[in-house]
């Protein structure tokens, strides 16, 4: 699954202090539908000639269809004109030339070839070429029984335990492991359905717990994309800087309804914009503390040059009564739904547990593995009921300014 990025492009009369990046599902529609707040919340976002007041980007992790197709969602829905631009992944050029094998859903090639990548293998294509490697898909096989993701986890490690080689017995303990770009770590999101679906994080989870089992280590990353990775808020703000005309970004403000993805990234970016201007330092290895394991991802200084001085996160889902409660629910309760005020994964009302004691542990820790549970990187700068309240707050704190 591929993280998506695209952003409105409008002209802008001045160059603006502040830019917005809205998360989309759970924020501004929930499955096929609108939020009814959202179609409110861009009325006012836009001025009299039908321009932003802000550079926009919405930033998601679905990837399961092409950019443009997301994009054409959000222009229907919201009576905007919506245009593409590249995937975090498009920077990563080092691995663009290399033979690559792709695990997802949706049009996968055409995916991986529109961000660089020359030489694709699909799961499909790999089964097709080692037809004795496929035996967990029953569909194959006399016999009926559901297929989800045993054919992709089984094949990646095929090709992980194997260096590469998916035709030869495994490699005990194989001296390097191939790297490995995995992009979406939400371990759950918002469709129509009243509680939370399984997301991509759900399977790098499986893939994860079976390498430990067979090989006796952790599976290790050379990069993590998608929310809450920096590498998608350094893009995301590239995209708002260029609609600015490439004038300074004084604030930033990021929408979104998921804890572990949108606060956290936004905060985690915010860590990083302030280390920044401390040391002055434009490179993928600063890496800001909380974001885990380091990517050791070679991607041009130009890049990554930022010049934000801050980034505020903005959730949307309720009440916030106060920083204690907040903090326990984000890191204490499984996500649910509650219909009345919330629209995506956050819920201010759930219950929290009897032993708080014993708050932070593995089962209610719904971040990636790799992530590092910091108690400032899940507290939100402001909690609002919708994304219409969200837009009136960044109107209040901005347009007075301009």
């Known amino acids: 699954c591929l993280s998506v990025c695209f952003y409105v492009c409008l002209s802008f ?3 603006l202090p502040a830019g917005v990046l809205f998360d989309v599902d759970g924020v501004l529609v929930r499955g096929g539908s609108l939020i009814p707040a959202a179609r409110r919340a861009f009325r006012k976002l836009l001025d009299s000639n039908n321009n932003f007041l802000f550079p926009v980007v ?10 443009h197709q997301k994009a054409d969602q959000l222009s229907r829905l919201l009576d905007v004109q919506v245009v593409l631009s590249y995937s975090p ?18 049009p996968v090639t055409d995916i991986a070839n529109s961000l660089g990548f020359q030489k694709v293998v699909t ?4 089964r097709q070429h080692h037809p004795l490697l496929d035996m967990v898909d029953h569909n194959r096989r006399p016999s009926l029984s559901p297929v989800r993701w045993e054919t992709n986890l ?4 095929d090709v992980l335990l194997t260096n590469g080689s998916p035709g030869s017995a495994y490699q005990p303990q194989p001296s390097v492991q191939l790297p490995v770009l995995a992009c979406n770590m939400d ?11 399984f997301g991509h994080g759900m399977f790098l989870l499986c893939l994860e717990s079976i390498y430990r089992k067979l090989m006796g280590r952790d599976l290790q990353y050379q990069g993590l994309l998608g929310k809450p990775g920096l590498l998608t808020y350094q893009y995301a703000e ?6 600015n005309n490439n004038h300074k970004l004084k604030t930033i403000y990021a929408v979104g309804d998921n804890l572990m993805t949108d606060i956290y990234g936004a905060n985690l970016y915010n860590r990083y914009l302030a280390q920044q201007h401390v040391t002055m330092v434009t490179s993928s290895q600063v890496i800001a503390q909380g974001s885990g394991t380091e990517a ?8 990554l040059a930022c010049v934000a001085a801050e980034c505020h996160s903005i959730l949307v889902g309720g009440v916030k009564s106060s920083a204690s409660i907040c903090l326990l629910i984000c890191v204490l309760i499984s996500y649910s739904t509650c219909p009345q005020v919330c629209t995506g994964v956050y819920n201010p009302h759930a219950s929290l547990p009897s032993n708080e004691s014993s708050s932070i542990t593995e089962t209610v820790f719904h971040g990636h593995r790799d992530l590092v549970l910091d108690p400032d990187l899940v507290e939100p700068t402001h909690v609002v009921e919708d994304v219409e309240a969200a837009v009136d707050l960044m109107l209040q704190k901005e347009v007075a300014d301009l």
């Open 123 to 126: 799961i499909e294509q790999l």
């Open 58 to 67: 919405f930033v998601t992790n679905a990837g399961s269809c092409q950019r």
């Open 238 to 243: 590239q995209l708002l800087r260029k609609q």
């Open 187 to 197: 371990l759950m999101w918002m469709a129509e359905a009243p509680s939370p679906r």
């Open 154 to 157: 089984q094949l990646l490690v």
């Open 89 to 106: 992944l498009r920077m990563l050029r080092s691995f663009h030339e290399k033979c690559v094998l792709v695990s997802g859903q949706g």
């Open 13 to 15: 009369p001045i160059c």
């Open 296 to 303: 050791a991802v070679a991607v041009p200084e130009e890049e």
